[in-house]
């Protein structure tokens, strides 16, 4: 037999048997050199639009495998990701990302857009009345959020007034308050437009005095639209007094 204690300095000393002996070295980390596993916080979520999958807890340890994947509601599509805290690299516009969880954690966010659809529709421009003029767009159809001009420009005896929608129409929203000028701009919506351009004749207006020497009249404006109000104003002379006005012609188209 052997005597199975072992010295403080690892020595052993014993007298050799008539036999075959096997001796094994046995070795263990002292209590200094061990130490928990260290851990970060983890933090992936998702923007409006989508949800994140990740196998995720509150604390991951240092250097274990995360894979996140940023999943995007019906209607959307993901974006991008934006990293506030970690130190790791990942490609931000994926949306399956990989990375070992680094000391200091990682706080990770996905993004989403909605998506976009894209319709053609049809443009139908207008001249109201067709006697007041022309008008037209820079297209007769477009996909939807293009920028569409209008112009409208006026015969000789009518003005332009405005443009408008009319029954029937998707609705649109004139840029820079345009709808009061002759070119105008909007972003054509996810339907057929029909607008018109309104025109408003201009009609004379002549006003005379039966005696320039007794007083003068006038007409403001002069000419005018139609249902425009005027103004008729007579001054007389020192000496003399308005008697009455006159309609000496009057012609209705």
Do not use: C
């Not at 260290?38 to 994140?52: K, N, W």
Request: proline letters at 6%; hydrophobic letters at 45%; glycine letters at 6%.
């Amino acid at each position: 037999m052997i005597n199975n204690t072992i010295t403080k300095s690892g020595k052993r000393v014993f007298s050799m048997l008539l036999a075959l002996v096997m001796v094994f070295s046995i070795f263990a980390l002292t209590p200094e050199s061990v130490s928990a596993n260290e851990f970060a916080p983890l933090i992936v979520t998702a923007g409006a639009g989508g949800s994140v999958d990740v196998d995720q807890s509150p604390e991951v340890p240092v250097g274990e495998t995360i894979i996140a994947e940023a999943i995007p509601n019906e209607g959307f599509s993901f974006s991008h990701w934006v990293l506030i805290v970690g130190a790791i690299d990942i490609d931000l516009l994926s949306h399956f990302v990989m990375f070992q969880m680094p000391a200091g954690g990682v706080t990770l966010v996905a993004h989403f857009k909605e998506d976009v659809v894209i319709i053609t529709s049809d443009i139908t421009v207008q001249a109201f009345p067709p006697v007041g003029g022309e008008a037209s767009a820079n297209r007769n159809f477009a996909d939807t959020g293009t920028r569409i001009t209008l112009t409208a420009v006026n015969n000789a005896g009518y003005r332009f007034s405005r443009w408008e929608t009319v029954p029937g129409s998707a609705a649109v929203t004139f840029l820079n308050n345009s709808a009061t000028s002759a070119t105008a701009t909007f972003d054509m919506p996810a339907a057929d437009v029909i607008v018109r351009a309104v025109f408003v004749q201009i009609n004379a207006i002549t006003v005379s005095s039966n005696n320039t020497a007794m007083g003068n009249a006038t007409a403001n404006p002069a000419p005018a639209p139609v249902g425009q109000t005027v103004i008729l104003t007579a001054v007389p002379t020192s000496g003399h007094r308005f008697v009455r006005w006159e309609v000496l012609k009057e012609t209705h188209p």
